[in-house]
């Protein structure tokens, strides 16, 4: 897609503006969103984003040491680059990541969507608060698709799991 101010580069800049209920959407090259204000040249790379994650003093001297054996990087080029070298890192640093999520995500767990397919027999590694969630989207695609039989015996299941245990963070009590 091209750019709509100059017509001529690739379109990189996705803009939309809403002003009095007016949404005005607009597609731009780098050099023309940087023309009109949209696009500053200092934008936040992701990397710069996740590298801002551990203050550069706080890093005790213990993790300094800390290095990934396969690729060499150590726990501050990590902090720095806020990105692996390799697949093994991963596991060197395992024991600073769950710090690194819960700044990112607010937690160390995944309590994001499920998607609507997913078949009522619980895996073995979930919890009850996941097959509750994944229950309640079965039971909300029930009732739209007006099987009003499985979505009573959907409720009723969801009613015992709620009822047989107290639910963990994500799950509704």
Known sequence: MLCEICKQNEATVFYKEIINDKQRDLQLCEKCAQEKGILTINQISITNLLG??????????????LRCKNCG??????????????????????????AIFRKIHGSTR???KHPATV????KIEDDTATIIVRLRGELQAAITAEEF??????RDMIK????SEIVPEGGKQ
């Open 52 to 65: 801002g994650l551990v203050e550069p003093g706080s890093i005790a001297p213990q993790e300094v040491e």
């Open 73 to 98: 990087l150590s726990y501050p080029g990590f902090c720095e680059r806020g990105k692996f070298g390799c697949s093994e890192c991963y596991q060197a640093f395992s024991q600073k990541l769950p």
């Open 110 to 112: 995944h309590t994001g």
């Open 119 to 122: 078949s009522i027999s619980p």
């Open 149 to 154: 039989e499985k979505a009573a015996e959907l």
């Open 160 to 163: 015992a799991m709620e009822q």
